[in-house]
Every structure is written in C-alpha cells, then in structure tokens.
C-alpha cells in the first residue's frame, strides 16, 4: 500500500518510487506519512482466534511488516524476513540444512560467516568447504544442498557470476544463497539472476547510517518462505520496531547514497592506482580485476568499497589506518561516514590459520558521502613518506 494512493500498484514503478513507498501507507487514524513504530508485544483480538493479522510481536509486528514488504520489493521478491542481525538472518537461512548435508562457501567469505557455518555448523552435522566458485562443477558433493556465495566478496572484492553458478548449482538441487549485503538491490538482485534466497545485514548499506543493527532474507520460492517464516517465528531472532523503523527510514535515500559511495570510491581508486606505496588495489571498476566484464553484466555500478594492499606489508596497513583523520578506523561499512580497517585483525580475524585467511598487508575502505577531494586528501597524506 501506498502512501500516496492506495490504489497505486507499486509492482511496475521504479526503484527509487518503491523505496520511498513500498510497505508504507498513510496512518488510516492520523493520516501519518510515516509507518507509526508499533511499541507493543501483544495485540487485541476480536474473539478467540480472531485476530488482524497481528496477535504477538515475535511472530508478526507492523513495523516489521512495513520493512519487510519495502526490502521484498527492491529485491523482486514477493516474500521478506527481517532479523536482528545479519548473522541472525544468516544463521536462519543455514537452519534449511539438516545433519548430513554438504554446504559450499567462497574462499573469501565474511568472517563471521565462515565462522557461524565452520564453528557453529559444522559440530552439528553439518558438512562445510571453502571454493573457488568459478570452479563449482569440481566442489559439488553428491550431499550438496546450499551453495553461499557473495558477490562482491568481503575483502578481496571478488566477483562471482550469480547466474552461471546458480545454473551448476541447481543441477544437483542446491539451494543458492547471496550475500547481497555489499551490492545491495540498487546495484544488483540476484534472484533476478538464478538465485534462491537473497540475504543482507542491513546494518550496513540499507540502514546507512551506523545507528541500527539488523538483517534481512527473501525469496520468491513458496516453499522456502515457508520453512524460513517458521524458523523466524521459531527462533524469534527479530528486530525490534524502533530498529525496523530505522532500517526502512535509510532505505528510502538508498539509491542517492549509493550512487554518491560508488562515486567517491572511484575517485579514491584513481588516487591509490597511482601511489607508490600502494602494491594492489582491488575494486571490480578496474578493467583489469578479475571480475570485471562480469560485474558490469550483473551490477549497475561497481560499489562503495575499496581494498588495497601496502608495499611495506602489514606494518604499512597498520600504520595507514592510524593516519586517516577522515576516514574513521572502525569495523563495519554501508554508513554516510567513511571507514578505514585492517581485515585481518579485525573483521577477518576469525578466520586467521584457515583457508579463507585474510592477507596481512590489506587495507579495506568503507567510501562514504563526504567530499571526494577530502576522502582522497586524507588518504593520500596518510600514505605518504610511508617506508
């Protein structure tokens, strides 16, 4: 329902008109604009039974429902969970997976992934691997039951080819998952491309503000939703309504901020390309990178984030990072602000010692919406006279 008109069918609009309006309707008693934050835990029935569609918040609240029914249209998808978390989202999605079953991950997955499906999963039953995706048809089990893939990768940026994959993958009847937390649906939506189930941390660019925590799954299968709904309701790993009410307020900026994250990130990938110290620059805009004719295929644009590598090794990264002044050393990324860190001792450092082991010497940007001569200033002072 629309706030503009109620008769509005939002389906055939476009993304931006359905990020500022999908899943919101104008207050029936008050006329409010907004979706109201729907402070409470229970709901009055109208006899035993009977009820609005609403009857306890871990099952159902409207402000999660607004949010659900607003991230569900931007992804094309007709049915949308949210979560507390991303890793409760995707703690939720691994749950389809039974003892016995075989689950394939990108050599390069996010930490915190690799972590919850190696140290979580897999002491349950579960069969976890690490591939190169490019590569599926040789990793494939005959137990196979979900590959995982992102795309672009957290650090390294690597592109995958959503369709292609989820074509091998479906061969054998795998469930196709993608982590479409760095693309977000404004540069790309995979289960336009083959995939099953499409998950996020909307913490991140979503939200976009780093002032909420929260996560969120779709798909278009009926099956699957179903099985997803009960594990939500099940579990109860859902946000509250003030969080969903963030998550849906930055949603609706989403495609001007994004289109400004890829900008600036262009403007800082021109700079590192061209500094000394800089051995590597990783970010799928280069003709260069690996993925590079793939993501122009997939994506809209080639996104906010910008890894590099030092020619003075991990000394040198560490050292990058205490520099910056505008670029704030913190975990995370999606936000206005930008954000600089070392993968390998913070957000990746749970996978020290494993095959997904993050290189030392890497640096990973969170571009934001400040002024990109800033940005690219403040890096640049910060790499130089490094040794």
């Known amino acids: 329902m629309s706030g503009v008109d109620d008769r509005l069918d939002l389906s055939h609009l476009g993304f931006e008109t359905r990020a500022v309006h999908a899943g919101s309707g104008a207050d029936p008693s008050t006329g409010a604009v907004n979706t109201p934050v729907y402070l409470s835990s229970t709901f009055k029935q109208d006899a035993v039974g009977e009820h609005r569609g609403f009857e306890y918040a871990r099952t159902a609240n409207p402000s999660r429902a607004s949010l659900e029914s607003n991230i569900a249209s931007l992804e094309?998808?007709?049915?949308?969970?949210?979560f507390a978390s991303g890793m409760a989202a995707e703690d939720t999605?691994?749950?389809?997976?039974?003892p016995g079953d075989h689950m394939l991950l990108p050599t390069d997955a996010y930490g915190g992934t690799y972590r919850l499906a190696t140290a979580v999963l897999r002491p349950a039953g579960i069969e976890v691997d690490a591939c190169d995706l490019a590569s599926i048809?040789?990793?494939?089990?005959?137990?196979?039951?979900?590959v995982w893939i992102e795309t672009p990768t957290n650090p390294l940026l690597r592109i995958v080819d959503i369709e292609a994959t989820s074509s091998a993958a479906h061969s054998q009847g795998c469930v196709v998952v993608v982590d479409n937390t760095f693309a977000t649906p404004w540069l790309q939506q995979p289960l336009r491309l083959g995939a099953d189930i499409v998950?996020?941390?909307?913490?991140?660019?979503?939200?976009?503000?780093?002032?909420?925590?929260?996560g969120f799954a779709a798909t278009d299968?009926?099956?699957?939703?179903?099985?997803?709904?009960?594990?939500?309701?099940?579990?109860?790993?859902?946000?509250?309504?003030?969080?969903?009410?963030l998550v849906q307020r930055g949603v609706k900026t989403l495609a001007l901020r994004m289109e400004r994250h890829c900008s600036n990130a262009l403007a800082i990938v021109?700079?590192?390309?061209?500094?000394?110290?800089?051995?590597?620059v990783l970010h799928p805009s280069l003709t260069d990178h690996q993925g590079h004719e793939i993501a122009r295929r997939q994506m809209r644009a080639f996104g906010g984030v910008v890894s590099?590598?030092?020619?003075?090794?991990?000394?040198?990264?560490?050292?990058?990072?205490?520099r910056t002044r505008i670029f704030t050393l913190a975990e995370s990324l999606g936000g206005v602000e930008s954000l600089i860190e070392h993968p390998?001792?913070?957000?990746?450092?749970?996978?020290?010692?494993?095959?997904?082991?993050v290189r030392p010497d890497l640096v990973r940007l969170s571009v934001g919406l400040e002024t990109a001569d800033d940005l690219v200033a403040d890096l640049r002072a910060a790499l130089d006279g490094l040794g």
Not at 199 to 214: F, M, R
Not at 221 to 244: H, I, K, S, T, Y
Not at 270 to 280: I, K, N
């Open 93 to 98: 999605v691994m749950r389809l997976l039974d």
């Open 199 to 214: 998950v996020h941390s909307t913490t991140k660019y979503l939200a976009g503000h780093s002032d909420v925590v929260g």
């Open 76 to 82: 094309d998808a007709q049915f949308g969970f949210a």
């Open 221 to 245: 299968d009926e099956a699957l939703a179903e099985r997803l709904a009960f594990l939500q309701n099940a579990v109860g790993a859902v946000p509250g309504p003030f969080d969903c009410f």
């Open 308 to 322: 590099f590598a030092l020619r003075g090794g991990e000394r040198a990264a560490v050292e990058v990072c205490r």
């Open 344 to 357: 390998a001792r913070m957000t990746h450092a749970s996978v020290a010692g494993s095959s997904n082991e």
């Open 137 to 146: 048809e040789r990793a494939l089990e005959p137990n196979t039951k979900m």
């Open 270 to 280: 021109e700079m590192l390309r061209a500094h000394q110290a800089v051995a590597d």
